[in-house]
């Protein structure tokens, strides 16, 4: 599994850059996404994927420990649709 270390460092290592800037780079990039999404926005990177929010309907769920009916309120959810390209990378 790759964490944001290992993204920064590996992104440092291929592009020359240093990974403080790297690390402002992505750190802006997910600032933006996160502020888009929040705004009610998509963003759309045409051959990786889309980013989303969702509506989630509200339930009715249960309690693992008691059994018990419980209402599970109405939310809005952050979503990740792939690109084609995405796609045709990871076959």
Same mark, same amino acid.
């Given at each position: !599994? !790759? %964490?944001? #270390?290992?993204?920064?460092? %590996?992104?440092?290592? &291929?592009?020359?850059?240093?990974k403080?800037?790297?690390?402002?780079?992505?750190n802006g =990039?997910?600032?933006?996404?996160?502020?888009?999404?929040?705004g009610?926005?998509?963003?759309?990177?045409?051959? =990786?994927?889309? =980013?989303? #929010?969702?509506?989630?309907?509200?339930?009715?769920?249960?309690? *693992?420990?008691?059994?018990d *009916?419980?209402?599970? $309120?109405?939310? &809005?959810? *952050? $979503? =990740?649709?792939?690109? %084609?390209?995405?796609?045709?990378?990871?076959?």
């Open positions: !599994m !790759m %964490n944001k #270390t290992d993204l920064i460092n %590996n992104i440092a290592e &291929k592009s020359g850059l240093t403080r800037d790297v690390e402002a780079v992505l =990039f997910l600032g933006e996404v996160t502020d888009a999404l929040a009610g926005d998509k963003v759309q990177l045409i051959g =990786f994927g889309t =980013f989303e #929010t969702r509506k989630r309907s509200g339930r009715v769920g249960r309690n *693992p420990q008691t059994g *009916p419980i209402t599970i $309120a109405e939310a &809005k959810i *952050p $979503a =990740f649709k792939a690109g %084609n390209k995405l796609k045709e990378a990871i076959k």
